[in-house]
């Protein structure tokens, strides 16, 4: 059975603010909340009386068992709740560039959807990036749809918040290669792509922004086909970023 | 003013039930109303008044002006109501095997997010691919999600329902590759790929069932990077779907 106290404080987590004071954040899902659980540390588990009769529960970790799914509704940010959820602390992720500059990194600026940011952490996982570089304005990698989006690789990828002016202005001190995906960029296919740089991925509605744009080496653009056809303006930005990623993975 | 009847006729078309027995759907948005415009018979236009002393409406057009917002929020299916909403009628689309078997199509096993299929449609166009060929337990293509995910996309591509066994059963008289996304299939990059043939993806959870992977004669996987890393398990439906669609029009 769960107080009133203890809904109100998973609750309060839907909030950036909660979570940013609380330094805590939310997962569910057994899948989801197995696949982190190894990562991160699990500050409270909640699991439904059905869930807990038919399997083991980690031994290591104290977890709660809840009437059933009405319950974990009360809690739930999912519109159909699951039997598992898991209450996690953030951790701290430092920024050291003497990593940064041996990878491939993805930049954003001021990516808003909270499911297009847990997309792209997964594509950045699955093609081996494991720096992700967001500007303030970027949507929280905590809020739960992103957590949910991940699919677990959340645990894989460190992102970080920076002030993206002054990451650019130390970055380019680097001298590496920026890809930006523009409009009139050049065409993906025919340009040199490094080993090491980064890929800048700009708003959903707006792209990258002038004052970003100015750090950006390398124009590219993903060329529709046929070419200079009469077909959509644009492709959605998770979508823009994994065929970037695949093409600068794609002779492994 | 919004009477109480158009109110309820216009919620109606949230359900599918309803959409197919009027024939007719909604798209929300002053962007996405323009671009479909051209392509659909519209039913119904609702602005604002705050938008219409602000444009010009095309004249061939009735249109009902309402008071504002708060007046759209009662027939949106959106969280933030645009000032423009129309009801289209669906379009007979007809299924010509003579104008397939000269073409790249997709064939869709079951997506079921609505978001993920108007992704795809999105993608299918930017490629310049124009049928999609679903399984009749694929999202339905007028769901609102979709609808607003095609962005547009959805006047320039061909989405078909059909028994698929049925459909792959006369497809592969044809003759042509299908190729299939699969976890333990052949590297995309090193696969040939062809001009015309199909391209099937699978259900979010399950991937392409036993019986649709039958018609598969090419299985292929989007290599992960570093190859065999632990990286997540697989990619989103429609970020596949992106990956694969561009490498088969990569060379233009």
């Not at 303030?136 to 002030?163: E, I, P």
């Not at 650019?168 to 050049?186: I, M």
């Amino acid at each position: 059975m769960l107080s009133k106290n203890q809904i109100k404080n998973i609750r309060a987590l839907s909030l950036k603010k909660e979570r940013d004071e609380q330094g805590l954040f939310v997962a569910e899902g057994e899948k989801l909340v197995s696949d982190l659980l190894p990562f991160f540390t699990c500050r409270s588990l909640l699991v439904t009386r059905d869930w807990a009769n038919k399997h083991t529960t980690p031994k290591t970790i104290d977890y709660e068992i809840i009437d059933g799914l009405e319950d974990m509704k009360k809690v739930s940010s999912l519109t159909t709740p699951t039997p598992v959820l898991a209450v996690f602390q953030k951790p701290q992720i430092e920024l050291d560039f003497s990593k940064l500059q041996k990878e491939l990194i993805l930049i954003l600026d001021e990516i808003q959807n909270p499911g297009n940011l847990g997309t792209i952490i997964r594509i950045a996982d699955w093609f081996g990036i494991k720096h992700i570089i967001c500007s303030l304005n970027t949507a929280d990698v905590y809020n739960s749809k992103t957590v949910q989006a991940t699919m677990g690789a959340l645990a894989r990828v460190n992102v970080h918040y920076v002030d993206l002016i002054k990451f650019l202005e130390a970055y380019s001190k680097l001298d590496l290669p920026v890809y930006g995906t523009f409009l009139n960029g050049d065409n993906l296919y025919t340009t040199s792509l490094s080993r090491v740089g980064a890929i800048v991925l700009g708003n959903e509605g707006s792209g990258i922004s002038n004052e970003v744009g100015k750090f950006v080496s390398s124009r590219i653009v993903i060329p529709n086909y046929p070419s200079n056809s009469k077909t959509s303006e644009s492709l959605n930005v998770a979508v823009a970023a994994a065929i970037v990623c695949a093409e600068f993975r794609r002779l492994g």
